[in-house]
DNA sequence: CTTGGTTTACGACTCTCAGGCGCTAACCGA
DNA sequence: TCGGTTAGCGCCTGAGAGTCGTAAACCAAG
């Protein structure tokens, strides 16, 4: 940090920085991430998160954003934060790139028209991923499974109102698990993360009774306070 | 991400990385950390996390690690993770810089020698600090607490042997708040954090019954299991 | 040696909340 | 009207955290 002038001479070395986004969606019961397959070398054939350089003047959130719209219609985004940031010197084969991952959602209705060279991909069975983008997957995966448990994350995987079973479905499909119901329904509840709609959905073919519509009450990022252990000691008593 | 021959030589951009690093420790009843103060322009006399420009074939990590080693022994430290990368482009008056910052910990025996220039800072009250590093100790003190209620993290902050009332006033120290020493015994005890190490402590003049000695059993990072809420369903039923 | 003061250890109780189960409500179609 | 289906909800259980009180184990002073 000393000699500033000098260190900014220093920029002439030949790396730079890439922002990247892991996009992740639920369809068809399962968690799904945005890759484009790449027509030239290096790694041509493999699937690579969309991204590139930062531009001199732009954050690398609105840089992620940026570049993501290339792919996708960034308006489908109802979540966008900063995962990660990669630096192994040898991540890139032919230059020195650091890059910044975020993890971006799209709620599960949202179905947004893609080029010919991308795809929404399995995350449980990705194809031959570029460079260390196989890696950031799985951390945005891990960072949405995580937060999915103590935070209402949930509404921007959700669509914008929906039925307790449906949620679950997008609940057990992000998580890699089964789900019950009924305790989704409470735990949701008791956070006051979800509200009903006041209307009711109608039943299938089969019948059944019909079932409640809910909303997320706030479409922000919001955590359960007392979300773990060694809480503050009570104020009362 | 396409042309990558084009988009390397975008590196003649004046923008430079860093690597920045949140030390803190508990002393004295207080959470402190480590900062030094700028003799040169721009912010002249504010103080600064240590770090500064990563070389072109050194990672993030090591580069905060190495060019801390310039204030403090780097072997005191006892846990380093990434915490987050900022970006904004008038974050820094002279050039663009991003700058990645690193979460470092040092326990509270340790008491490293440091150059004229630094010295711990209380976190409670600390004093004008250049560009957005007061934000950034801000985000890495959220990070140390956060974790210290779902893992093992309390390893770093405290000594490698000590009696329940000396970890409940490290925790105490640096969760801001007053914790019980019998619910910190049954929780780490639960979550086989720590271990008794067969000795007991002295008593004070005071007298008092003598204190048995624990340690914790590991000295990596581990996350508690079923940290939150909508685990998997029971395999057993 | 006794007594009072001090600190630690630990069992007992309560409270919160997640997970599971089963009954009832409310719809469909035949 | 009746069987089938889905949703809602109350009740029970169990885990784990927070609190409190008591016993254990030391010191020092008289």
Redesign the interface.
Known sequence: ????RT??E?????????ALAVVLRVNGGRLEVLLWQ?G???QAGRW?L????????????ASAARQLAAKVDVRALSHLE?L??R???DRHP???I?A?AYLGLVPADADPTLPADTAWQDVQTLPATAFDHGSIVGSGVARLRSK???TNLGFALAEPSFTISRLRDV?AAA?G????AT??QR?LTRRNAIEPTGQTAVPGRAGGRPATVYRFRSRALEV?DP???????TAFG
Not at 50 to 61: F, I, K, N, S
Not at 227 to 233: S, V
């Open positions: 940090m000393t000699g500033e260190a900014i220093h920029t002439s070395e030949a790396y730079r920085h890439d790449r030239a070398q290096p690579a969309p991204g590139g350089p930062v531009t001199a003047t732009e954050r690398l959130g900063q990660e940031t630096s192994d010197p032919l230059a020195r650091i910044t999915l448990s103590y609940y998580l698990y089964d789900v019950s305790n989704l735990v359960t979300f773990a252990t060694l809480r503050p000691p």
